[in-house]
Structure formats: C-alpha cells, structure tokens
C-alpha cells in the first residue's frame, strides 16, 4: 500500500531543502499518516483506515460516511 490518505488522497510532496548558504537539496515531504479506527454507523462496525492527520480532524465535523463518499470509497471493503 502506498504512503497516501484513504479519504483525502494525500501524498509525499517533493522538495528542496535550503541551507543557509542558499545551496538546495531534493528532499520528500511526507504525509503525517496514522493508522486509525473509526466507527461507522451505517455500517454498525469499526473500519480501520490509514489517514492524515487533517482527515481525522476533518472527520469530527463531516463525518466518515460523508468523506468516504467524496473519496469515492466502499467502507464494506475495509
């Protein structure tokens, strides 16, 4: 499985690294992913899913089954 968000589909992102003297290197920005458990009502079960640190602020407000609906996901599968 990649280093990407289920919901969010957030990625590494590429970078330079800047010294002081101004000389850049590449370097790769991560994505802060955990692995969470979240309950899903519909479902009446507990789905383990790989996500962001923003994903799971984001769910407090819209909710799993909202999100996995945008992301285009099946939760059954998970």
Known sequence: ????????GKKANNA????HSHRRTK?????????KRV??????RWVRLRLSTKAIKTLGTKG??????????DLNRY
């Not at 499985?1 to 969010?8: A, E, I």
């Not at 330079?16 to 010294?19: I, R, T």
């Not at 370097?27 to 692995?35: A, H, M, S, T, Y």
Request: proline share 3%; charged share 15%; aromatic share 10%.
């Open 1 to 8: 499985m990649s280093r990407q968000c289920q919901l969010t």
């Open 64 to 73: 799993l089954h909202a999100m996995a609906k945008e992301a285009g996901i």
């Open 39 to 44: 309950w899903w009502p519909q479902g009446n």
């Open 16 to 19: 330079f690294a800047v010294s």
């Open 27 to 35: 370097k790769l920005q991560e994505v802060n992913l955990q692995w």
